[in-house]
């Protein structure tokens, strides 16, 4: 129906963000963003073997998160159609109740799957990226990280 307009923010001005920068760290970076180019490298200027690793471990994590949503559906469903199985054959009393039971653990896990199934592969490939890929901002916020460490070094060792 309503698609609610979301604006950008960086990893630092996320809502769920819980680190330690100060307002005027957030400020400084900020003044990185808001420049023409970030002073981290884009994905398009790494070289192109560089690139296929990138990509080579965005697909395994995919992979991996993926797999974990469908073991956890298949497990849950294990158990519904257990149950179903121990009340057909007599190890359990058979009541509605259970039988109710047991088709929600077998028809849930799929809404459930479906759901995050779709919200891992939209993280993964989000339909209006925006003015950054995801791999972008990604590697603007390593770049953001090391800068921050570098400062907090440069401050301790004077």
Do not use: C
């Amino acid at each position: 129906m309503w698609k609610r307009k979301t604006e950008f923010l960086p990893w630092y001005r996320a809502r769920n963000y819980k680190g330690n920068l100060t307002e005027a760290q957030k400020r400084d970076l900020d003044s990185f963003r808001a420049q023409e180019t970030h002073p981290a490298a884009d994905y398009d200027s790494l070289p192109t073997e560089v690139q296929h690793y990138i990509n080579k471990l965005e697909m395994e994590i995919y992979d991996s998160k993926q797999q974990k949503i469908a073991a956890r559906t298949l497990f849950v469903i294990g158990i519904g159609v257990l149950l179903a199985l121990q009340m057909y054959f007599g190890g359990l009393e058979a009541t509605p109740w259970r039988y109710a039971a047991s088709a929600l653990f077998i028809v849930v896990p799929w809404f459930v799957y479906s759901y995050a199934f779709k919200k891992n592969a939209k993280e993964f490939m989000p339909d209006d990226p925006g003015p950054n890929s995801p791999t972008d901002e990604g590697l603007r916020m390593e770049w953001e990280i090391e800068y921050l460490g570098r400062q907090r070094q440069a401050r301790n060792d004077n």
